[in-house]
């Protein structure tokens, strides 16, 4: 470990530059040099100079993307230029109509065209000073934006600074974040375990993520980002639109494969139409191609109108919708009870995927949309992603078309099903509903979760269906005698699952808080609750208060939380629970900047106490001690100091006021 202040410096400098090197080849160009190993080390290291030495921290360190505290909102952004929306067109036609007005303001000049893939995501502008991140702000009504730069700084493949030998210094960038496709399924299908609502697209997912108030938040987020112009340069550009994307590639910055130069129109319209299936292919969203003018001079001769730029138009592609007829309309149960319409469709490829099933989300979306059964409807697979019933054709009945009949009791065990007021959902009321149970189990089970190998759906329908589990609890009570007793349970397999249920005492707290399917407690909030709090004794005594003033939670998760605390009949699964050896606390070691640090408190701490401190510590990877010896990193003085005090003196262990420990732990 380094001691000298001058030395840090110059490694945290060279291990800075190594991080981003490899990032850049990691999330731009995929072709990484070093294992995961090694880039860990590296982090690994930075890390701990970084504790040790907190004033020398550089603002463009890989360890700042994920360092921001949560904000009450975001500041505001003038943006240096107005960020112009594009004109849209929707035919080849309006294209041409497009190009002849170009050639008729530039007269006898050539023109040539880039064609660039239009992302279905958010507006950004980057600004980087001296060549590193110093702000990023969203698109907001085009003058005035949204500072979120703490949420930028978490997406990998922005780099917090870029390569020198590009020549660039100050410049800010605009270019759109978006959400691959496959990262919005797989944040769906964890938000629905969760009991929160999914998202409907992958625009509406990153603008709801990018406008997190929790940086940790946005940076469990799969965000990514293209960008594809200088909106401010102090350095010069090049004069074509296509040479200034190949410099902000030079730069290390983000930019599209899939953009090309033409001089007709009518390749554009060719390149147009290729993209239109090709889209499939891509994994994440787009939504038309954008026709730029590639001169800069010319752009700057034609200018803009007050809304849009003359030089540039977006050819939109038509949404993803086809006819077909709505068969059914069924009522499933969820985890926490709620009933969710669901449309059953007569088969249809749309896209390239055939759709046989939409979400109605709830009961007033599907009032909204005034459906009835035997209707022919108009499918959207919006954003690519879920299939959405849009509206009915009303023109196209017969007479022959059925009311939904809204339900009131649970369609699998009757109870009434209720709606509470402010409440968009009906959830069944019986919390042992056999649908709510399977749905609990399957959480608890699943990889995330306990990660149970073997007990999928087929198993825990039968365990359910047999009386042999009421409730996540009974899974530690199975015997394999009581396991043979199911169809097509064999010998082997019954003493497999028993082996899966057994491990699973194994996991972490954090996992046992995110299995119980709180409402709105997903993993990244088990996190923080078990970051906050580290046992459920303490969660159990905290109030909203306390539980709400923690980071990463907010009121509602707050509410929810103690809602599920308070009813005794959770207190009881809870004991049962801990007596099968599930843990209940954090246990084992938790890597961070401070591993393999050991700390010692002495004397009165006026911030907080000194149990507080010691728990900070080991959030951190930290040990705290009472006494002094020589494994004693750091001794942590407050007012009148004891003989520890002395003794560390003596020892000569470095010696950092309350004050300063605060700083060094980032509070
Ligand atoms: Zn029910």
Redesign the pocket.
């Known amino acids: 470990m380094v001691d000298d202040p001058e030395r840090a410096r110059s490694r945290m400098r060279e291990l800075v530059d190594s991080i981003s090197h490899h990032d850049e080849r990691y999330y731009l160009e995929d072709s990484p040099e070093i294992t995961d190993f090694e880039y860990d080390q590296l982090f690994t290291e930075l890390k701990s100079l970084e504790a040790k030495f907190p004033d020398l921290v550089l603002p463009e360190s890989p360890t700042q993307r994920v360092s921001g505290k949560p904000l009450d909102r975001f500041p505001q952004v003038e943006h240096r230029a107005a960020m112009l929306s594009l004109d849209n067109c929707y035919s080849p036609e309006e294209l041409r109509e497009f190009d002849s007005r170009i050639r008729k303001w530039l007269g006898s000049e050539s023109v040539e065209y880039v064609a660039e893939l239009k992302i279905d995501g958010l507006g950004i502008a980057l600004l980087y000073e001296d060549g590193v991140l110093v702000r990023g702000a969203t698109r907001g009504d085009g003058l005035i934006g949204e500072d979120v730069t703490s949420n930028i700084k978490t997406i990998r493949s922005i780099p917090l600074r870029l390569n020198r030998e590009s020549g660039l210094s100050t410049v800010e960038v605009r270019g759109e974040v978006f959400m691959p496709i496959a990262g919005l399924n797989e944040l769906n299908l964890t938000r629905e375990k969760a009991g929160e609502p999914p998202f409907a697209n992958t625009r509406n997912a990153a603008a709801g993520s990018l406008r997190q108030l929790d940086p940790k938040i946005a940076a469990s987020r799969p965000l990514d980002v293209l960008l594809y112009t200088f909106s401010y340069s102090t350095d010069a550009i090049p004069s074509t639109q296509d040479a200034c994307l190949e410099s902000m590639r030079n730069a290390g910055l983000r930019v599209s494969p899939h953009t090309i130069k033409f001089s007709s129109i009518d390749d554009v319209l060719d390149h147009i139409d290729a993209w239109e299936s090709k889209r499939e292919s891509l994994g994440y969203d787009i939504d038309g191609i954008v026709v730029k003018v590639n001169s800069l001079s010319q752009q700057e001769r034609l200018g803009h109108t007050a809304k849009n730029p003359r030089w540039a138009i977006a050819y939109k592609y038509p949404p993803k919708q086809r006819v077909t007829r709505l068969l059914d309309v069924a009522f499933q ?1 969820g985890r926490t ?1 709620a009933l969710t319409p669901v449309a059953y469709l007569d088969p249809i490829e749309i896209g390239g995927v055939t759709v046989s099933r939409a979400t109605l989300h709830n009961e007033d979306e599907m009032k909204r949309k005034g459906l009835m059964i035997g209707d022919f409807v108009l499918v959207e697979r919006a954003g690519e992603v879920i299939p959405q019933v849009v509206r009915p054709l009303v023109e196209r009945r017969t007479g022959d078309e059925r009311e939904i009949v809204v339900q009131k009791v ?1 369609p ?2 009757g ?1 009434d099903a209720v709606r509470e007021d402010g409440e968009s959902v009906r959830r ?1 009321v ?1 919390a042992s ?1 056999p ?2 149970v399977k749905e609990r189990l399957a959480h608890f089970c699943s990889r995330g979760a306990m990660d149970i190998e073997g007990a999928g759906p087929a198993l825990i329908d039968q365990l359910v269906d047999a009386g042999l589990v009421k409730d996540v609890s009974d899974l530690y009570n199975l015997t394999e005698q009581a396991l043979l007793s199911l169809d097509g349970i064999a010998d082997k397999s019954a003493r497999n699952i028993i082996s899966a249920i057994r491990d699973s005492t194994d996991r972490d707290f954090e996992r046992v808080l995110y299995a119980l399917g709180i409402r709105h407690v997903g993993r990244t909030t088990a996190v923080a609750l078990t970051d906050a709090f580290g046992s459920m004794e303490r969660l159990l005594s905290s109030d909203i208060d306390g539980l709400s003033k923690t980071e990463g939670v907010g009121a509602v998760v707050a509410g929810a939380l103690r809602d599920f605390l308070d009813n005794p009949e959770n207190g009881h699964l809870i004991e049962r629970l801990a007596e099968a050896g599930l843990k209940m606390e954090r246990t084992g070691k938790v890597e961070g900047p401070l591993s393999g640090k050991v700390f010692l408190f002495t004397g009165e701490l006026k911030a907080l106490s000194r149990e507080d401190a010691g728990e900070l510590v080991e959030a951190l990877g930290g040990r705290s001690s009472s006494t002094v010896s020589k494994s004693t990193d750091y001794v942590v003085v407050g007012e009148n100091p004891g003989s520890k005090f002395e003794k560390a003196k003596k020892l000569r262990k470095t010696i950092l006021s309350e004050d300063e420990f605060l700083r060094m732990v980032g509070k």
């Open positions: 149960v009870g649970c699998v065990c109870s069944c019986n509903c649908a709510q």
